[in-house]
């Protein structure tokens, strides 16, 4: 069902856990399907992401897109962070099944929500940033079979 | 080939040899169309007799109550949408519950938008349907009761006697889904007053896509599928003459053992439903603890989501299935798990477990250390867990 990089990292997720005093913290979840992304970033003074952990309640796609989204924005500066999009994520890991498409925006937003969590404590602005939804099935529209 | 620790029976079984064996000469050799004239379809016509034979007297039924269809959805199907068809003129209200599999529940979704009305009866904690809830619910125009006999998901087995009494006593016909149950416990159609059953081979190591509904006599029941004289002209349509074979076959082995079965895989699943909870912390068991199907273990981890836990357990080459909201593909999770009040992120760690007689105590043993092993992994990645450790002050 899932592409052997979804596997890889699934089964050998990059970036488990949790930074003491984060510079930003981000939680997400999908109220629909019950899941929640947490994301850890630990950012230096010239703004690049020095570190960065998370952790995730949800299916195997979110678990693998949370891990590649880590290693996706480490090492890069915030604003560069923000081309991580779900859609750069599901390529990094050849795609993913139709009905796991909405797992990969919850890594996205995570991480929008963490970076928010630091550039508000900083004072700080990030372009394209908007003040992350904390669920992000708000809107969604039910489809009729 | 990897190694392979099936436990997930209630999804489908493995199909006997002795049954593929007593199949193969309707393929090659009887391959006549049992409605033709000539001899060389004699036998054809005299295996679907016998089959339908061994199937009658399983459920202490009459052979001409026994009517061939495609498997469980069908029979769910056939007998809630004919009976409302037959009766409409009686009432247009029907009654099942919150907990039935969908074959029944989009079949009564379907019924309402023509203009039936449906109540969904609750259910309690361990999911039995509400007797006092049935009682009220009934009305003049009550025309069908439609009950599981057995829930495929947590495997409590319903109250049928009580509910058939109940059905009987206010001229209700009653149907029941007994996919799950069906050679697994003893049934008797008249004891329990059933009037509709639904079975399918492929739940009692026969064959897949058939199955039978039985239909006491003098119920009023339409054809379902329009077309030759077959079934008693109630279901057209040439006859899988190997899949009945089998289905025949694999009702007489299981009939046959169904006690000495029932005894090994309680044991086996008592074994597993004990350690399990002993051994995982935050860990429940969904179902009636003892009011069970005899392969049924099913539970929640806390903290945890389903679909993570089969991938998983699947690399070891177990299989089993969760009710996880991941894993539904409508992300919704179980509406099993829902009624019976598991909240949504509970549901979300739920693994079913469903035993065979084949299953040993060593596969057992392995699972469950794979299950701790595999539990505590994914908790050491979920934020639910962190923060309850750090609410409930553990770190
Ligand atoms: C309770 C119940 N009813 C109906 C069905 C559907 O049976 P079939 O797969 O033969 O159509 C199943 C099988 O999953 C079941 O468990
Ligand atoms: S997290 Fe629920 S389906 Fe992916």
Redesign the pocket.
């Given at each position: 069902m899932y592409t052997e990089k979804v596997m890889d990292h699934f089964e050998h997720p990059r970036n488990v856990g949790e930074i003491e005093n984060p510079s930003g913290m981000g939680t997400v979840g999908n109220a629909k399907c019950g899941d929640i992304m947490r994301i850890y970033l630990d950012i230096d003074e010239n703004q690049i992401i020095r570190d960065v952990k998370f952790k995730t309640f949800g299916c195997g796609a979110a678990v693998a897109t949370s891990s590649m989204a880590t290693t996706m924005v480490k090492g890069k500066s915030v604003q560069e962070a923000m081309e991580v999009t779900n859609k750069a994520v599901m390529e990094a890991l050849d795609g993913l099944p139709p009905v796991k498409v909405h797992c990969s925006l919850l890594a996205e937003e995570a991480i929008h929500a963490a970076l928010w969590d630091y550039a508000q404590k900083n004072g700080i602005e990030i372009k394209g940033l908007q003040k992350p939804k904390t669920d992000i099935s708000e809107g969604e529209e039910e489809e009729e079979y | 080939m990897k190694q392979l620790i099936y436990l997930d029976n209630?999804?489908?079984t493995k199909t006997r040899p002795e049954v593929v064996q007593a199949m193969l000469p309707y393929f090659t050799e009887y391959y006549g169309n049992p409605s033709s004239v000539y001899d060389f379809s004699a036998p054809c016509k005299k295996a679907i007799a016998d089959a339908r034979e061994t199937i009658a007297k399983s459920i202490g039924a009459k052979t001409n109550e026994i009517y061939f269809t495609?498997?469980?959805?069908?029979?769910?199907n056939w007998a809630i949408k004919a009976t409302a068809d037959a009766y409409k003129d009686k009432g247009k209200h029907i009654i099942t519950s919150k907990i039935?599999?969908h074959?029944?529940l989009h079949t009564c979704e379907y019924l309402e938008k023509q203009g039936y009305e449906v109540t969904y009866l609750d259910v309690d904690e361990f999911g039995v349907v509400k007797l006092d809830e049935l009682k009220k619910a009934i009305r003049p125009d009550t025309i069908l009761i439609s009950i599981?006999f057995?829930?495929?998901e947590i495997g409590t087995i319903e109250p049928i006697r009580e509910i058939g009494e109940i059905a009987k006593e206010h001229g209700i016909l009653f149907h029941t889904?007994a996919?799950?149950a069906y050679a697994h416990v003893p049934i008797n159609v008249d004891e329990l007053h059933i009037d509709m059953l639904?079975a399918?081979?492929?739940?009692l190591n026969g064959p897949?896509?058939v199955?039978f509904l039985y239909i006491r006599s003098g119920v009023k029941i339409r054809s379902f599928m329009h077309g030759g004289a077959q079934e008693r002209k109630r279901r057209g349509g040439t006859e899988n003459v190997p899949g009945i074979v089998g289905l025949g076959k694999a009702v007489e082995l299981a009939m046959a053992d169904m006690d000495e079965r029932a005894a090994k895989e309680t044991e086996l699943r008592d074994y597993l439903i004990g350690r399990v909870l002993a051994e995982v912390p935050y860990a429940r068991l969904n179902g009636h603890p003892a009011n069970r199907l005899s392969n049924n273990a099913n539970f929640a981890f806390q903290f945890i989501e389903g679909e993570s836990m089969l991938i998983m357990l699947d690399s070891d080459g177990i299989c089993g299935s969760s009710g996880s909201a991941c894993t539904s593909g409508s992300l919704d999770p179980s509406h099993v798990l829902l009624a019976i009040g598991l909240p949504h992120e509970i549901a979300h760690g739920s693994l079913r477990l469903t035993l065979s007689e084949e299953n040993t105590k060593e596969q057992i043993d392995f699972v469950v250390e794979r299950i701790k092993a595999i539990v505590q992994r994914l908790r050491n990645m979920s934020p639910l867990y962190e923060d309850f450790m750090r609410k409930s002050g553990k770190r």
């Open positions: - | 209630a999804a489908t495609v498997g469980g959805t069908e029979s769910d039935e599999h074959a029944v599981m057995a829930n495929n889904d996919v799950q639904s399918s081979g492929h739940k897949k896509g199955g």
